[in-house]
Structures are given as structure tokens and as C-alpha cells.
């Protein structure tokens, strides 16, 4: 009933982990292998290990999470190993984040899947929220425009980018215009909400240390935005261009609504974090009873569906 056809795989669900969660080492990784998840992804690399912000980094919060982690990851040749390793007995294209900290390391972590025998679906990070003194690509469109005008002159495999919400029509309308100029195969919407801050009632303290307390937001402050970045995308891009939803999802009503804002496949972060990769599976009955309910067979029924008022 859940089945999904992305980039002309048939994916069991649409269910994935966003990157960043439950996805730094091969243990973790092999934990999302053996779980219901449909797809999954791996932690954005960078070329060398990075051991990231100091701690604590993330911290969880009544209505979501807020982090500053810093891209601490293992490197490319890490995941790149295990990726080699997972594709010769899998036949579902794994997924692959990179996010270099310039555009000459982005080039070259592409360049290095490019000339590698990885298979899989290739996800370009453009929208991390956490490293000191280095902006949010994708909130800087000429910049946007430059790298992907590079990496598609020699990036021939299968490419998403992951985007950070935007807040403004003109915002879509312009990262659209930018995007449809490429053979994207993808589009994530979204990264977290950056920069915010929470403070604990108890101590008057922030949670996290890195950035004085200011991290990236995500769960359930996050839904509206993320639903709004879904649909403002997949009303303008090309229809080649397919979009993932993600943010805010903890029940199979959010997955729903995401679906149906035009999502095609969708990725779990803080709820993930909170309660384990059990939770593929609970989002994914809950979805299923959803579509029992409304008379639905296939994803494909209501994908993009959403009713406004005239
Ligand atoms: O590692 C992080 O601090 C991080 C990244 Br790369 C990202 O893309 N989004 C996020 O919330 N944290």
C-alpha cells in the first residue's frame, strides 16, 4: 500500500531518516538497514573527519530539538566504504549526504562519488545551519547557482540538494527559477530551522553550549514550514524534479499531510532521535490506516492533493 517508485526504485514506504540522525556510524546505519525504514541516508560528510561543536550539542525539547552538532562525521571515505560494501547485496539505492564547508570542498566530495563505483542517490547538503563563521549556502542564491552550474559540468550520477526553509513567496519563486535550471533528480525540503534559541525555565540557561545557545530547530515546531516549503516547491519546480518532505513528522498524519502537499518520499529527524528506529514502523501503520479510512489504495491517489478554499 505504501509502496514508492523514486528515481525508478520501488521503495517499500516513503519512510527515511534525515540525515544527520541515527546515521554517523556503520552500527547505526546496519540499525536503519534491519528497520522498517523504506530508504536511508547517511550523515552529510565533509573530506576529513571532523569531530564537530563541543557538547552538549542537541538537546531535545518539549515540542522538538534544537542542535548545533558542527558536521561532525567521519569522513567521505567512511561512508563511501560502507556504501561500496551495502550496494554489492542491496538493490535499493542507498542515499549519500555531502556538505563541504566551501564550494571547493563541495566540488571535490562530489568529485570523489563521481569517480567512485557508488551507485546510489547522491544528496548535496547546501543548507548547515552549525558551522561557525560559515553562512547557509542555499540563502545565498548566486552562490546556489554557481555551485550547481560547476558540479553539473562534470556530476552525472543522480543529485538532490537538501534546502533550508524559506519564509517568503519572492524566496520560492527565486530558488525555483534557480533549480529548474538543472537536472536535479531531487529537492529536501527542509534543513532545520536555523539559529534559534531555547532557554530552560528552571536554570535561566541556554541547552546547547556551541554558538552561545543558538542551534537549528526541528519536530513539532517545524511542521507549518516544512509543509509550506514542500508545496511552494512542488507547485514550481519542473515535474522531473521530485521533492522530499521533511520536518515536523511524528505521526502518520504529518507524513500524510506532507504527502499530500506533493512529497514523495519523507524523512524523520528529532522524533527519530527521541524514539528509535521503531518508529518507521508505527508512522507507517498509522499512514495506512489513514488511507484505509479515506478509501485510498496508493500513495499516488492523493500525492499533491491538498484542497484550498476558492
Ligand atoms: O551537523 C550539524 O550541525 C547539522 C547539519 Br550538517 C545540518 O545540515 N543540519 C543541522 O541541523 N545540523
Redo the contacts with the bound molecule.
Keep these: 500500500m505504501l509502496q514508492t517508485t523514486f528515481l525508478d526504485y520501488i521503495y517499500e514506504n516513503p519512510l527515511m531518516n534525515a540525515?544527520?540522525v541515527h546515521c554517523m556510524t556503520v552500527e547505526e546505519l546496519t540499525a536503519l538497514e534491519n528497520s522498517a525504514a523504506g530508504a536511508f541516508i547517511t550523515k552529510?560528510a565533509t573530506l576529513a573527519p571532523r569531530e564537530?561543536n563541543p557538547e552538549p550539542r542537541y538537546a531535545d525539547v518539549p515540542l522538538g530539538s534544537i542542535?548545533?552538532?558542527?558536521?561532525?562525521n567521519n569522513g567521505v571515505d567512511y561512508y563511501l566504504d560502507y556504501a561500496l560494501k551495502y550496494q554489492m547485496n542491496h538493490e535499493a539505492p542507498l542515499f549519500f549526504s555531502v556538505?563541504g564547508t566551501s564550494v571547493d570542498e563541495n566540488i571535490a566530495l562530489l568529485q570523489k562519488i563521481q569517480d567512485s563505483d557508488f551507485q546510489g542517490i547522491t544528496e548535496l547538503?547546501l543548507?548547515?545551519?552549525?558551522v561557525p563563521g560559515k553562512p547557509q549556502v542555499a540563502y545565498d542564491f548566486p552562490l546556489t547557482e554557481k555551485i550547481l552550474t560547476e558540479v553539473f559540468q562534470f556530476f552525472t550520477k543522480p543529485l538532490g540538494v537538501?534546502l533550508p526553509p524559506y519564509f517568503d513567496m519572492a524566496h520560492f519563486d527565486q530558488m525555483a527559477e534557480i533549480l529548474n535550471k538543472f537536472p536535479l533528480t531531487y529537492v529536501n525540503s527542509i534543513?532545520?530551522i536555523g539559529n534559534g534559541l531555547y532557554i530552560d525555565p528552571e536554570s535561566d540557561q541556554v541547552v546547547i553550549r556551541p554558538k552561545e545557545g543558538f542551534g537549528?530547530i526541528?519536530g513539532e515546531y517545524v511542521k507549518p514550514t516544512a509543509l509550506a516549503n514542500v508545496r511552494a516547491f512542488a507547485t514550481r519546480l519542473k515535474p522531473e524534479i521530485k521533492i522530499i518532505g521533511t520536518g515536523g513528522i511524528l505521526t502518520g498524519q504529518d507524513a500524510y499531510e506532507h504527502l499530500l502537499c506533493g512529497a514523495t518520499m519523507l524523512q524523520i529527524g528529532t522524533q527519530l532521535q527521541k524514539e528509535g528506529p521503531a518508529i518507521f514502523e508505527r508512522i507507517a501503520q498509522e499512514l495506512e490506516a489513514i488511507m484505509k479510512k479515506k478509501g485510498y489504495q496508493s500513495i499516488a491517489d492523493f500525492r499533491g492533493k491538498v484542497k484550498t478554499i476558492n
Aim: aromatic share 0%; glycine share 24%; with cysteine.
Design positions: 540525515s544527520g552529510s564537530g542542535n548545533s552538532m558542527g558536521l561532525p556538505a547538503n543548507s548547515c545551519p552549525n537538501k534543513n532545520s537549528g526541528g
